[in-house]
Nanobody, 115 residues
Framework: QVQLVESGGGLVQPGGSLRLSCAAS????????MGWYRQAPGKQRELVAV???????NYADSEKGRFTISRDNAKNTVFLQMNSLKPEDTAVYYC?????????WGQGTQVTVSS
């Protein structure tokens, strides 16, 4: 059974930081591209960042320079370090695992940026 379990969300003030984690089980983690997506109320789910099996990264334009995605294959975990958070970053953040035609999602973790 495949599980992606996100953690690390919460309430943070504008300008603050959070580090999200996604622990994967039931997959050969090292061969999967791992990504973070987010969905704000009333909006479509959008890509935040992705890291390939070889460690290459790609970010949405609005996150470049503020967010950093990384992975630890030994721990089957992908991280998203988020700095300089803005109110518009408020959303449910989802972990995604993708390999060929296989794709899995976590349940999401809420991030709220508010003073």
């Amino acid at each position: 059974q495949v599980q992606l379990v996100e953690s690390g969300g919460g309430l943070v003030q504008p300008g603050g930081s959070l580090r999200l984690s996604c622990a994967a089980s039931g997959i050969t983690f090292s061969i999967y591209a791992m990504g973070w997506y987010r969905q704000a109320p009333g909006k479509q789910r959008e890509l935040v960042a992705v890291i390939t099996r070889d460690g290459s990264t790609n970010y949405a334009d609005s996150e470049k320079g503020r967010f950093t995605i990384s992975r630890d294959n030994a721990k089957n975990t992908v991280f998203l370090q988020m700095n300089s958070l803005k109110p518009e970053d408020t959303a449910v953040y989802y972990c995604n695992a993708h390999w060929t035609t296989l794709e899995y999602w976590g349940q999401g973790t809420q991030v709220t940026v508010s003073s």
